[in-house]
């Protein structure tokens, strides 16, 4: 797992690539890099929802070498990201875990652990229409919010759950507009006052003889969880469009991951950027030329490379 890359706004430079699994002949996919000071903490899916053996979580140094590796969690339980807090060098990891048969078929969970991964605190979610966590990250108050989606398509939502320091539960939010089945990846945090909240998702048709309409947007909240914005874009596509890790690249600009339809290559992962009002300003060639089958992440560094 792992190929760590710099893009910039005119060339993309590939520094290095490694590979890392617990298991070579399981479909394994990547999750989320980190940056730490002296290396990249990364996680993986091993063994994708089929048959999940755990989740893997690997550190390297600059170059790509590893250093440290494990399963971490019990089986079904699923890392989709991870963060690195140099200040007492521990790690939360995010993700949902397999439960069994039912709508309420998986749990949220975040989790922090010390530097090798052992386990200091564990926090779970059980709400009915809050399944999958896509995203989280770390307030100005130590707490976090966490970005979830549904397992089930008649509930599907776009939610947020707020805890504290201590990982208590503050609030849960959960929105809806003209779409259903929502995707939710992207989350930012702007001014440490108001969180972005990438989605995208299909919209409920009216009449059954049009074909299926895509969508994506960015919703605007506060850290209360009140809606202050919301800024959809139609596709009108059959493919699947997200706005997936919202991040800002500088002069009050935000870069995603984007899925474009009726473009040539349109079912691989695309850099786009979107100025302050949400205008988009620019895409960029999809960063692989194989289709990806979860969306990838990225961080920017103090360059404003991606």
Partial sequence: FGTCFALQLA?????????????????????????????YAFTSLEGYYFDPKGSGFYISDKEGNLIHKRLI????????????????STFHFWGDAFIGAGKNLYHPFLVKTNWWGDT???????????????NALQLPDKGFVLLISTSTPDSSIIGLIRVDSAGKELWHRSYRNGFFHYNNYGLYLKNDSTLLVGYGAFYKKIDPLLPPTDGYGILEVSLEGTVQRDT???AYSNLDSYTGWLSKIGNNRFAFVYRPPFLPNGNLQWIACVDENYKLLWQKHPVSTESATYTPAFTVNHKGNI
Avoid: W
């Fill in 11 to 39: 060339a993309q430079a590939i520094h290095f690539s490694k590979q890392f699994s617990f298991f070579p002949n399981l479909p394994s996919a990547g999750t989320k890099v980190t940056t730490m000071p002296d290396g």
């Fill in 73 to 88: 969690l019990p089986k079904n339980y699923l890392i989709t990201g991870l963060q690195y807090h140099p200040e007492d």
């Fill in 232 to 234: 959809s874009y139609y």
């Fill in 120 to 134: 200091i605190r564990v926090t779970k979610f059980n709400y009915p229409a809050f399944n999958f966590c896509r």
